[in-house]
Nanobody
Framework: QVQLVESGGGLVQPGGSLRLSCAAS????????VGWFRQAPGKEREFVAS????????YYADSVKGRGTISRDNAKNTVYLQMNSLQLEDTALYYC???????????????WGRGTQVTVSS
């Protein structure tokens, strides 16, 4: 199993950027796919991006494609999500999750962090 802790969230203006980090401990990090999900108040948790164990395969939701970049550094047990050109609609609690796959649905992941808040406001 693996424990996950997100960081890097905060308050940014529209058009700004953030880099979120997901630090993992326990298990064999390089064997897990990692996904980023987000949930805004009153909405369902939605997929943002994911990355395969080796980092070769990466997937993005249409809503962030072209603005988001997911990467991982297995030596540091960390996955990153770079978000550029942030919009009001990006405001949400962002979670990272680890599992045996990197599919775009929350049910495919076994371990979750507690989330980091991203607020985009003018």
């Amino acid at each position: 199993q693996v424990q996950l802790v997100e960081s890097g969230g905060g308050l940014v203006q529209p058009g700004g950027s953030l880099r979120l980090s997901c630090a993992a401990s326990g298990g064999t990090f390089s064997s897990y796919g990692v996904g980023w999900f987000r949930q805004a108040p009153g909405k369902e948790r939605e997929f943002v991006a994911s990355i395969s164990p080796t980092g070769i395969n990466r997937y993005y939701a249409d809503s962030v494609k072209g603005r988001g970049t997911i990467s991982r550094d297995n030596a540091k047990n960390t996955v990153y999500l770079q978000m550029n050109s942030l919009q009001l609609e990006d405001t949400a609690l962002y979670y990272c999750a680890a599992g045996s796959s990197w599919r775009p649905t929350p049910t495919q992941y076994d371990y979750w962090g507690r989330g980091t808040q991203v607020t985009v406001s003018s």
